[in-house]
Structure formats: C-alpha cells, structure tokens
C-alpha cells in the first residue's frame, strides 16, 4: 500500500459486504475523488505557502532558528524523524510554528460563511441567508490580544511554566465545524450534508 487512496480502496474492499458501511455506499467513488481534489485544492498552496514564511523567519531570525534546531536535536536527534510524542518537548517549535501562523496568516478574509439562522451580535442585526466574511486578521492581530501584533514573537505562545498557551483568539484555522489542530494531524469534518465524516 502507497498512499491514502490505496488505503481508500483497501477500505471499499474490506467492507465490501456491510450494508451500512460508509465505504459502501454508491456516493464512495465520488467522495473519494472530492477528498483527493480538497486536498490538493486546499492542502497544496496552504501548507507551501505556510512553509515558505517559516524557512524566511528562521533565516532571518537565527536565534530563534539556533533554539529550535538544539531542541529538536537534543529530543529528536539525528537518527529518526519526529513523533507526535516528541512535541510536548518541543515547546520552542510549537510555539515557532503558530507564530508564523498567526504572523503569516493566509487566510486573511476567510471562505464565505452563509448565517444560518436570524443572528444579533453586539449591536448588528444579521438576517438568516446573510453571507458572512469573517476577518481572521481582526483577530490574529489584535493589539489588546497579543500586544505589538506585527512583532514576530513565538514566546507569546509559552506560558510562565514553559508551556504552550493556546488562546482562544488564535484560529489561523479559523472556529467551528473545521478545525485544523496546529499538530498537524490534520482532523477535518466535511459539511454535515456529506454523508461521510472524516475524522
Ligand atoms: C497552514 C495550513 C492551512 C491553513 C492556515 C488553513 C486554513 C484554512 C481556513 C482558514 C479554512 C476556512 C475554514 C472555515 O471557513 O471554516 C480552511 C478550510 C479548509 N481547509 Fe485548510 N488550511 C491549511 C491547510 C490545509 C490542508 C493541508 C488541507 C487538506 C489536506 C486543508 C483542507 C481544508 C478544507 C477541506 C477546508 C474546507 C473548505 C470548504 O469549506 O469548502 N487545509 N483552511
């Protein structure tokens, strides 16, 4: 086995005979070719682009670049790739990484969201069927949440007890239904109309 469609397939195979299956259904070829499709539409010019400010930041900032690279080495060393294990270890890294998330976010003004029901919030009334565009920066750059907000600081990120701190205004993934953990184990609902739920 290669690769996810090989599991895919694999997957259709196995659960050949199981009536409720959502491997079986008449929908699984094309949920299979929409999932590939997602992931190359939204998972290629994201992560590259991602990866991209990362390589620029720890260039231009080879302190932060040294720390990283000692603690990735004294945990991980040379010999195997990193583990999820290791990324309670890795603080410094975490932290590197949701700064340039937040930093370098991409998804300035996020996809389109449609209110589903009449909504007040605050002072502004939003009718059902509304087309919302939600402004992650507003938040991702924020001065009261995060203090010189274009200044690139990963130690935001580290608590007093040498942990990461996650705050709620951090949603480089934006909120709601689809959420990307920053571990990169990338958990993802589909809309709840798709009858099948990739977790
Ligand atoms: C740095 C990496 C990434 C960032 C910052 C990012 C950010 C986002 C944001 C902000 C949304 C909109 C969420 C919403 O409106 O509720 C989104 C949607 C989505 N992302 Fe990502 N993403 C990243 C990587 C990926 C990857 C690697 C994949 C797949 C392998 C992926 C698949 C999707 C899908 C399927 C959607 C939903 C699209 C839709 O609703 O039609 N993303 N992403």
């Known amino acids: 086995m290669e690769d996810f469609v090989d599991a895919f397939l694999l997957e259709m195979k ?3 005979d199981q009536k409720h299956s959502t491997f079986t259904s008449e929908y699984t070829i094309k ?3 929409k999932t590939v499709s997602d992931v190359f539409v939204t998972g290629t010019e994201t992560t590259t682009t991602t990866i991209t400010w990362a390589v620029l930041y720890l260039t231009a900032k080879q302190d ?7 603690k990735i080495n004294a945990i991980v060393g040379k010999d195997r790739l990193p583990s999820l294990q290791d990324k309670h270890y890795l ?3 975490e932290a590197f990484i949701m700064e340039v998330l937040r930093v370098c976010n991409i998804a300035t003004v996020n996809l389109p969201h449609t209110c589903a029901v009449d909504t007040k919030l605050r002072d502004f009334d939003i009718p059902k069927g509304t087309t919302l565009l939600p402004d992650i920066d507003s938040m991702l750059f ?3 949440i995060w203090g010189d907000p274009e200044e690139f600081r990963p130690e935001i990120f580290i608590s007093e007890e040498g942990t990461v701190t996650k705050q709620e205004e ?7 239904r689809i959420i990307f953990s920053t571990n990169y184990s990338i958990t993802f609902s589909m809309r709840s109309k ?3 739920e990739i977790n």
Do not use: M
């Open 64 to 70: 932060i670049q040294a720390r990283v690279f000692r």
């Open 142 to 144: 924020d001065p009261e």
């Open 170 to 176: 951090f949603i480089p993934f934006f909120t709601g």
């Open 14 to 16: 196995n659960k050949r």
């Open 194 to 196: 798709n009858p099948y």
């Open 91 to 93: 603080v410094c890294t």
């Open 31 to 33: 949920q299979l070719i």
